[in-house]
């Protein structure tokens, strides 16, 4: 039953090529957020949205982009791929609010992106 | 903004020995704390939280525990076995939308 699902479990692409990371949840879930993970660095927070059409940059937005047309679907966009955009990247989802909000993140199987 | 420690980074443990991961947070406002399991290769699993108004929750094997005055929480694993072999992340909630990770714990069981 996976809830958060990532297009792809491996990409490959060269440098200054646009790339779309495509996540959809089946929960119904408000929020939805992209994370990169490299190691000894942890999860690093790039973009967020609480709803459609809305984003919100997080700690390290600079060279993505994010889009948000329906509820289920976030895509993060990286303009002008670069080598130091080589990472695992991880989409997220949850309830909105306090209560709902309580039950922390469902998280999609991430996309290990590699720029060459 | 909220600021999340997690310490050890690496933990290896002998089968059948307990496991504890601690972290810290900044802000006491905090008030719902998750842990997250990550196995290779997938992503984070919601294992087990904890709310700002309880001190202890267990579950089987694992439990957590929130001290908020000194504004601490802690995994406990017992009787690990292999399979618990993973990353473990601490989080804490602040507001009504956004956790803040820990840096994340290497777990190793060794047979």
């Known amino acids: 039953d996976v809830k958060v699902t990532q297009s792809s479990r491996y990409l490959v692409k060269r440098t200054g090529e646009k790339v779309f990371l495509e996540c959809v949840q089946d929960?119904?879930?408000?929020?939805m957020f992209w994370y990169r993970q490299d190691p000894g660095l942890g999860l690093r927070l790039i973009y967020f949205?609480?709803?459609?059409?809305?984003?919100e940059k997080g700690d390290i937005p600079e060279g993505y982009s994010v889009s948000r047309e329906k509820k289920e679907r976030f895509s993060l966009i990286l303009e002008s791929a670069s080598t130091n955009q080589t990472s695992m990247y991880l989409c997220?989802?949850?309830?909105?609010?306090?209560?709902?909000?309580?039950?922390?993140?469902?998280f999609g199987s991430g996309t290990r992106l590699t720029v060459v | 903004g909220e600021n999340v420690e997690q310490h050890p980074s690496t933990l290896s443990v002998q089968e059948g020995d307990s496991a504890v991961i601690k972290c810290t947070y900044s802000?006491?406002?905090?008030?719902?704390f998750p842990w997250y399991k990550q196995e290779l290769g997938k992503g984070p699993q919601l294992i087990i939280d904890?709310?700002?108004?309880?001190g202890e929750k267990k579950d089987q094997r694992i439990a957590v525990t929130l001290n908020k005055t000194a504004k601490h929480f802690s995994l406990h694993i017992t009787e690990t076995q292999p399979e618990d072999s993973a990353v473990y992340f601490c989080?804490?909630?602040?507001?009504?939308?956004?956790?803040?990770f820990g840096t994340g714990t290497r777990l190793t069981v060794i047979p």
């Open positions: 949205s609480y709803d459609v059409k809305m984003k």
């Open positions: 929960m119904d879930h408000e929020n």
């Open positions: 802000d006491s406002a905090s008030n719902y």
């Open positions: 997220a989802s949850s309830f909105s609010g306090q209560g709902r909000g309580d039950y922390g993140y469902t």
């Open positions: 989080a804490a909630k602040t507001g009504a939308n956004n956790l803040f």
């Open positions: 904890i709310r700002s108004n309880v």
